[in-house]
């Protein structure tokens, strides 16, 4: 029977990981995935995780099976984290969590649920959006559709086109919301547009799926998750995938966590009994380590400072590389002032493919899209990557 069975595409992204390592110049640099690299283009190892696990370790613990739900302490501290400690919907009641295998996790456990509840319903993800989030909700079931996202020719958000699209969705349609440092392009929403998309969203009676892999990446950790409280604030059915990956370097933990706000707190028992039969039947609970260390560094204040820290330096220091990439470009006469705009680790530059795929000749990964990470920048190699982008230009 495995005779018949076709080779599965590869996924783009982690394709060109693949393109790269195979690679032998010792100067090639791969702006490719969406990780964050330090100035000396290594992957960290946050301090307060290391802390976090010197404690671990100095307490062994057996490692027992977790709640279905996962760790309490975890997801008590993702909700606080996510609605704010002193929200309306934690004070009454109305959230539940389940840690998730990572952002991915978080948002196949959601598709799950939701394809079991609406089944009729249609999805609508970004155009452009992140390449998982169409196969994870085609996968679960759903037609899933395009909403006008991103303006070429400015390269930031075509606002109107996204806002009509919005309003014409049909009430009962699931719309999935990048809440920050949206991923391909760079481009947000400004605080008065996201008025206009809640209330578009709200009085059309859509049900809104907020995918947050990068808080804290963009403006900080509480005004990143605004727009999630927000939109909790505006009352009806909300959905929260958020992924510690990036925020907390602990991508291979595979750390995230699903929360969705229910009307009652006695719908919100009903919804948690539906969420906890999706993780049973998938991977019956999750793993202990990841969880542990994000609950540990989240509930001890001289850690979670720590890691405000460390995420802020994370955050400044792609800030920075944005800025050097716009001024050393400058100075060959080219202007991408635009990338200054931009926000979190992406920026779509405008590279076309053809540029791209000459990009690649000389070692540096880019995705064929023109994204790039802006996160694997540094001040080592970012004066190889200007030349070799103003010579491709
Ligand atoms: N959502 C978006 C927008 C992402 O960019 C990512 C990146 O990996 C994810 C979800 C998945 O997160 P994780 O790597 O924790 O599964
Ligand atoms: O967009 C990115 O590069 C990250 C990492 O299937 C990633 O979100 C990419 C592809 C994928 C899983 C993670």
């Known amino acids: 029977m495995f005779s018949a069975i076709d080779m599965a595409p590869r996924d783009p992204i982690l394709g060109i990981t693949e393109a790269f390592n195979a690679d032998q110049n010792p100067q090639k640099i791969n702006l490719g995935v969406g990780v964050y690299y330090d100035d000396n283009g290594k992957v960290p190892l946050l301090s307060c995780v290391q802390k976090a696990e010197e404690i671990l370790i100095a307490t062994p613990a057996p490692r027992t099976y977790l709640p279905i739900e996962g760790l309490a302490a975890y997801d008590k501290a993702v909700q606080e984290l996510v609605f704010g400690a002193d929200s309306a919907v934690l004070q009454e009641k109305r959230a539940v969590t389940v840690q998730a295998i990572g952002g991915t996790g978080a948002l196949k456990i959601g598709a799950d649920f939701l394809r079991r509840f609406a ?3 249609e999805v609508y993800i970004s155009d452009p959006s992140w390449e998982n989030h169409r196969a994870l909700f085609e996968s679960a079931g759903f037609k899933v559709n395009n909403y006008a996202y991103f303006d070429a020719a400015t390269h930031g958000v075509n606002f109107a086109g996204m806002i009509a699209d919005i309003k014409a969705m049909p009430a009962g349609a699931i719309v999935l919301l990048h809440a920050c440092c949206h991923n391909p392009t760079g481009a947000d ?205």
């Open 119 to 121: 089944p009729d319903a």
């Open 189 to 393: 929403l400004t605080s008065a547009q996201w008025d206009e998309v809640i209330a578009a969203v709200t009085n059309g009676g859509l049900v809104p799926f907020l995918d947050m892999a990068y808080q804290g990446f963009g403006a900080g950790i509480a005004e990143d998750g605004a727009v999630v409280r927000r939109f909790a604030a505006a009352g009806g059915p909300l959905l929260v995938s958020n992924s510690f990956s990036k925020s907390f370097s602990l991508y291979g933990e595979r750390v995230g966590a699903l929360s969705v706000v229910a009307a009652t707190s006695e719908e919100a028992a009903r919804l948690m009994s539906q969420l906890k039969r999706v993780v049973r039947t998938n991977y019956s609970n999750p793993p202990v380590h990841g969880g542990k260390v994000v609950a540990t560094v989240l509930t001890t204040p001289e850690l979670r400072q720590m890691w405000e820290d460390e995420l802020a330096a994370m955050r400044v220091r792609i800030k920075e590389m944005r800025e050097a990439f716009v001024v050393k470009l400058q100075a060959k006469g080219h202007d991408f002032a635009f990338v200054r705009d931009q926000i979190g680790m992406f920026s779509y530059s405008g590279l076309s493919k053809a540029q791209v795929e000459t990009l690649r000749a000389k070692s540096i990964y880019a995705v064929d899209t023109g994204r790039i990470c802006v996160a694997a920048l540094n001040s080592r190699n970012i004066d190889i990557v200007i030349d070799a982008i103003a010579e491709v230009l």
